[in-house]
Structure formats: C-alpha cells, structure tokens
C-alpha cells in the first residue's frame, strides 16, 4: 500500500519565502497506516508536488484538513482505508491526467465502487467548454480547470462539501473554466 504525508510548508528567514515540502511516500503498511479522514477532510490528488504543497497550503488557511496523494493508486488506497475505517472524504479534488497510472476516469470509477456517494472534483488544464456537464454525467460533482484560481478551489471544495447545487446556465459561477489569480 502507498500513501503519502506531506510536512507542514516552513518559511524560510532570509527571503520570507515559503519553502514547498516534498511528498514522502511511505511503502510499507506495517510500518505505520494510512490516515483516517475528519469530517472537514479533503483528499487532493495531483502528480505535481507543487500543485499539492500550494493546494495543501490554500485549502489548510481555508480550515480543511487536507491529505494528498500523488497518484491515482494511492488515492484509491486512501479512500478504501478511510471506508475500511467507517470514514470518508468530504471531497476529492483528481487530477485527471496523471503520467504512469491509471487515468482519472479509472479512479473515478474506482473511488465510486467504493464510496458511490464521493464528492469529486475533476481537475485538469485540457478542459473543454463542455467539459462540466460531461464529467458530471460520468459522475464527478463538478471540474476545475488548471490552472485555477485558488479562490476557485476553495469554493468549488466548499460547494462539494455541502453537496450544493451548481448554478443554472447563464448564470455568472465563480468557479468558471476561465479564471484570475493562477497557479
């Protein structure tokens, strides 16, 4: 099983600029298990580090808990340990084009056979105009197109939390395909 904690980001003195952590993959079960997921718990899945220290970083200072998986196949392990455990993510937020592993449709469909009520967001920079109505219908809650607006990934998390209802046609979405603030 592989599962991935990341540290807390640190400042570093001399520039006050924030140091990014590395993702450490631990390999063996044995020696410590997956965490189990909060109530405010999210799960962001990106084969990036950067995108994960950042999101981890936005998404922590928005009050979520946040664990990270750099691929698909930990996150598929993480989401069965937590309904292992009786647990569950509040949201997902996938990468859908992840190099070497399955593709995000793979472990959307996965991550639904075992929790089928996961609120999952569809990430990626290759989004159509379409693109949200097409991935709902396969059965993600909404997509967020890269690069994002990190304002964007705290609503449409927040939006998925609460299971809300997306906004009607013509009607102006903050989170939209097109967005300011990137990363």
């Known amino acids: 099983m592989l599962f991935s904690r990341k540290p807390p980001p640190t400042t570093s003195s001399p520039s006050n600029a924030m140091e990014l952590p590395t993702t450490t993959l ?21 084969d990036e580090p950067k995108v994960l220290a950042v999101g ?49 449709f793979d472990v959307l469909a996965s991550i639904l056979e075992i929790d089928s009520n996961a609120a999952i967001v569809a990430c990626s920079g290759y989004f159509q105009s379409d693109a949200r109505e097409l991935c709902r219908a396969i059965g993600f809650y909404d997509v967020l197109a890269k690069p994002y607006n990190l304002d964007a990934l705290c609503t449409v998390v927040r939006r998925a939390i609460a299971r809300a209802p997306m906004p009607a046609a013509g009607v102006e979405d903050p989170v939209s395909l097109e967005s300011g603030m990137m990363f």
């Open 56 to 104: 981890k970083a936005v998404l922590g200072s928005a009050g979520f808990e946040v664990i990270c998986a750099s691929s698909g196949e930990i996150a598929i392990e993480l989401v069965r340990h937590a309904a292992d455990a009786g647990s569950r993510y509040a949201a997902i937020v996938l990468d859908l084009t992840m190099p070497g592993g399955p593709s995000g």
């Open 26 to 46: 631990l390999r063996d079960p044995a020696a410590s298990s997956p965490p189990v997921p909060g109530s405010n718990c999210v799960l962001l899945v990106d």
